[in-house]
């Protein structure tokens, strides 16, 4: 091998020999047929680019109908509507998917009405009034009545003493009357004064279980609810104590009774005095203090007295640091 193949391939190896170009005067053209275009294999050759190819023009296909209407296929096609995607199930419209936060917003809705119609049924019924008796509710309004004439007395009452006492000179006398009718009312609700007058004698009789202090005072209560005026208490053993505002009760042993520190033993008997009606039907009421001791085994008996007496007098209070404004 001689060196200048070696120089001719860089690579130290001959270069393979292969079909030349034809000899030619410079810048000839190759004349074999299937030559390339030699501009296409210069490097220099600016590129260029294939004209545009249009697509051919469709003409729209044209249907005549029998009747002679000619209607473009295109246009039609055009204009129509796409059809609405299929949904499985065969509907005609989606279904939406409902997710677990409606489910839970809707049964909290149901919760709160429900609720809303429970508690305005609870409200709008009351069961003790549904629940008593023609006879009892007649009691409870002739009660209510006997109340109202009461009151509508005293207001009488007082406008007249109003009255009197700005009425000039008799006005020291009416107000000396005044004066002195208030302090006896005053005295016997203090307990300093007997008293007399129409009233009821209320009289507790044991059963199985013993009269409770709590017993005795719902009586007392109801009693003074129903407008008693003067109260006492007294025992078997004739033993007596007058109710006043500040009188306590109290269980005592063997079914004895408690009274402002003294102790009373069994029937017990109360004597009021004020309206007999009033105080009957307010002791008879359902749920009351009679019902209360027939449940447990017990009796109450009420009497009316034309002249309750109430004769037990309660030691006045001694005052330390109050006194009378002349």
């Not at 917003?105 to 009034?129: R, Y």
């Not at 005795?216 to 033993?239: F, H, K, P, T, W």
């Amino acid at each position: 091998m001689s060196s200048d193949e070696h120089t001719e391939t860089g690579t130290g190896w001959p270069q393979p020999a292969g079909p030349g170009r034809p000899a030619g005067p410079a810048g000839a053209p190759d004349p074999r047929p299937d030559a390339p275009d030699p501009d296409e294999l210069s490097p220099l050759a600016p590129e260029r680019s294939a004209p545009p190819v249009e697509p051919p023009v469709q003409e729209p296909a044209v249907v005549e109908p029998d009747d002679g209407v000619t209607v473009e296929l295109s246009r039609a096609a055009a204009g129509a509507t796409p059809p609405a995607p299929a949904v499985a199930g065969g509907g005609g419209t989606p279904r939406r998917r409902v997710s677990s936060a409606g489910v839970m917003i809707a049964a909290l809705l149901a919760l709160l009405g429900f609720t809303l119609v429970v508690q305005f049924k609870s409200t709008s019924t009351d069961p003790t009034v549904a629940a008593t008796r023609q006879e009892d509710l007649v009691r409870i309004l002739y009660d209510l009545n006997s109340r109202e004439v009461r009151l509508r007395q005293d207001i009488a009452t007082l406008e007249e003493s109003q009255r009197q006492l700005r009425s000039g000179q008799q006005g020291r006398q009416a107000a000396l009357e005044e004066a002195t009718r208030r302090a006896d009312e005053l005295g016997i609700l203090a307990g300093t004064l007997p008293a007399t007058g129409p009233g009821l004698s209320v009289r507790f009789e044991a059963g199985e279980k013993s009269i409770s202090a709590s017993r005795v005072l719902d009586a007392v209560q109801e009693l003074r609810g129903a407008g008693a005026e003067a109260m006492q208490i007294s025992g078997g053993d004739r033993a007596t104590v007058r109710i006043i505002a500040s009188t306590f009760f109290l269980d005592g042993e063997g079914g004895s009774l408690v009274v402002d520190g003294r102790r009373l033993t069994g029937p017990f008997t109360i004597t009021v005095i004020g309206d007999p009606a009033t105080m009957r039907t307010a002791l008879n009421i359902p749920g009351g203090v009679v019902a209360s001791v027939t449940g447990d085994g017990g009796k109450l008996i009420v009497e009316d007295r034309e002249a309750a007496e109430v004769s037990a007098l309660h030691a006045p209070i001694k005052l330390e640091h109050a006194r009378p404004v002349s």
